[in-house]
């Protein structure tokens, strides 16, 4: 059997291969925060218990409510983001005006309580979500086997990062956001509703957390804890890429993915720090991230 | 003739609280409140007063807590030493985050603090120095100066009361130095400090290293006081709840911290056996509310009103 660096290569590539999933949510995940931050200029501490949301919901509607998997793709995102309309219009409203520490802090708030809850009910041991029928399997390519949903996840979160990034950047609606990002003020004058606009922008940004719930579901262990311990790489990743660009957050995302699952194979015990240790090294040599420019 | 000012009666009054209170209340429970009203005091010298939010203060805490609980069990030093090593350490590892943080502003700050924090976190639980899950079991209190014995829970907490004055004293003199008011305009307006020709990088550095160093502080004296140190000392949580007490009894103000940090450890555990996990749900809503509603906390809030009640009165 091939190796390198006494590792086998199929070993190898199926450590690559769960390193580019994890990627894919971390590109989803920081995407949405970058989205999020460039038009409400908050960080969102909540982005995490909101993919945790995501995948329970996905579990409840299925052993609930017999809804399966591809109802859920379509239904929980929309929940999630019903529910981000009703955060942003309630509380973070209101915090516009003041520094943005306090955005921070009230969705850290809004982290505990969810987490809170769902810990309390389900407790944190990890529910069992069986990968959907059409996903079951795996491609055999020769030189490794693919589980299907894997390829399904890459498949799937990829394209959505493609669509984000095509919509905010190619299209008219993307147009008006990324004016109103710029200069609010000038953007309401000429008739655009922007506080309509931040909404949406909140909504939609949460419902790609909701949505890499979903992906995440049958995936990993659904677990109420699952979302914190993801934001704060999720940081880390934002940190490294910086949030000016949104090619600049997908690369990164997937980017790291990669490099945690390379770290994995070769150097196991580092696995769950290489992100922060990439991010001080980032921070030394160019503090603005990445893709950053400084705001 | 020099009249006695009410800030004097409050800090005599407070003390003599501090002295009375282990007749009456449990000096454990004083003590755990004591420990964090001291973590929560170093916090806020950066939230508060410089205007930086720290979101990995449970690193210098937790750093200290196992520093002092090796140093104490494996190699045998009193207690004392072993908090001086345990705030060292703190402030080796605050000198070293310090570096690498100052160099991003505002919510990165944030965001950089918890990440470090967390690699922290992970150190400890795969080191096996720290005793992984089990964390430091058993740490001798063992005596002070060889003729006070630390295992009597009221000596020890005059003790503790001693350590969190002293630590009290260093922040309130901070506070109010010529230090402390460049603290204060960076916190204003960071690039008026910088044009009028402060080093803005080496005051916040320094502002961070002296908080790191406190909290580190709080943390060794909670390693002695438990006689264990756990992963929880350096969780995620507990930075969380660092920064709820300081947000709960007011940023910014000198005995803030202080309401904050009493008004919690009493909540924690006073809920913990009757709610159990619900008190995470609890520690978030208080979040929520105090952003939403009271944002100068309770001491702020209080001052608010007794200004705008005395301001009124026409004499």
Not at chain 1, 75 to 95: D, H, K, N, T
Not at chain 1, 226 to 237: K, P
Not at chain 2, 97 to 114: D, E, H, K, S, W
Not at chain 2, 134 to 146: A, H, K, S, T
Request: glycine share 12%.
């Amino acid at each position: 059997m091939t190796e390198v660096f006494g590792v086998p290569v199929p070993a190898l590539l199926g450590q690559l291969m769960l390193g580019l999933v994890n990627g894919c949510f971390y590109a989803m995940l920081s995407l949405g925060l970058a989205i999020i931050f460039g038009m409400l200029n908050i960080i969102n501490f909540a982005h995490g218990a909101l993919y945790m949301m995501g995948a329970i919901f996905t579990w409840i509607a299925l052993t609930q409510f017999g809804i399966n998997y591809w109802w859920s793709l379509l239904l929980v995102p929309l929940v999630i983001a019903i529910l981000g309309v009703v955060v942003e219009r309630s509380m973070l409203r209101r915090l516009y005006k003041l520094d943005n520490l306090y955005g921070l802090l009230l969705t850290f708030g809004i982290a505990l309580v969810t987490e809170g809850l769902f810990r309390h009910r389900y407790g944190v041991s990890g529910l069992p979500y069986s990968i959907p029928d059409a996903f079951a399997g795996a491609f055999n390519l020769g030189f490794m086997f693919l589980p299907k949903y894997r390829a399904w996840v890459i498949g799937a979160s990829l394209l959505t990062c493609f669509a984000t990034w095509f919509v905010i950047e190619r299209t008219q609606m993307g147009a008006y956001l990324r004016a109103a990002t710029e200069n609010p003020k000038l953007v309401q004058a000429f008739g655009i509703n922007v506080p309509v606009m931040i909404t949406l922008t909140y909504a939609i940004g949460v419902g790609l957390a909701g949505l890499a719930g979903v992906l995440a579901a049958p995936a990993t262990q659904i677990s109420p804890l699952m979302g914190t311990n993801l934001i704060i790489v999720v940081f880390a990743v934002v940190v490294i890429g910086g949030m000016g660009s949104i090619l600049g957050s997908i690369v990164t995302g997937l980017g790291l993915g990669l490099i945690e699952g390379l770290t994995k194979v070769f150097y196991s015990q580092a696995a769950n720090t290489v992100v922060f240790l990439i991010m001080a090294l980032v921070l030394l040599v160019r503090p603005t991230g990445l893709f950053g420019k400084e705001r | 003739m020099r009249i006695v000012s009410p800030r004097f009666i409050g800090y005599a009054s407070l003390l003599a609280i501090g002295l009375i209170a282990p007749f009456v209340v449990y000096p454990i429970f004083l003590m755990h409140a004591l420990c964090f009203a001291l973590f929560a005091c170093a916090f806020n010298l950066l939230l508060g007063y410089t205007g930086l939010l720290s979101f990995g203060h449970a690193a210098f805490f937790g750093a200290a807590a196992y520093a002092t609980g090796y140093a104490v069990k494996m190699m045998g030093l009193g207690p004392a030493a072993g908090i001086f090593v345990g705030t060292m350490a703190a402030v080796v590892l605050g000198s070293v985050f310090g570096m690498l943080v100052i160099r991003r502003q505002g919510i990165y700050f944030a965001m950089i603090t918890l990440a470090l924090a967390q690699l922290v976190y992970f150190f400890f639980l795969q080191s096996s120095f720290t005793g992984g899950e089990d964390g430091i079991q058993g740490i001798p209190r063992g005596r002070l100066l060889w003729f006070i014995s630390l295992e009597d829970d009221r000596k020890l907490y005059y003790v503790v009361l001693a350590i969190f004055l002293f630590g009290f004293v260093v922040i309130h003199r901070t506070i109010h130095s010529p230090f402390g008011q460049v603290l204060k305009a960076i916190r204003e307006n960071e690039p008026r400090a910088l044009s009028l020709g402060y080093d803005v990088n080496k005051y916040k550095l320094q502002a961070f290293v002296i908080s790191a160093a406190l909290a580190g502080l709080a943390g060794a004296t909670y390693a002695i006081v438990f006689t264990f140190v756990t992963l929880t000392s350096a969780d995620w949580h507990t930075s969380g709840d660092v920064v709820l007490m300081t947000l709960l009894g007011g940023m910014g103000t000198v005995f803030g911290p202080i309401v904050g940090a009493f008004a919690v450890v009493t909540l924690q555990s006073q809920l913990s056996d009757k709610v159990g996990s619900l008190v995470t749900v609890i520690m978030g809503a208080m979040f929520i509310l105090c952003v939403l509603l009271f944002r100068n906390g309770i001491v702020g809030e209080t001052i608010g009103l007794y200004r705008r009640v005395v301001g009124r009165r026409p004499d």
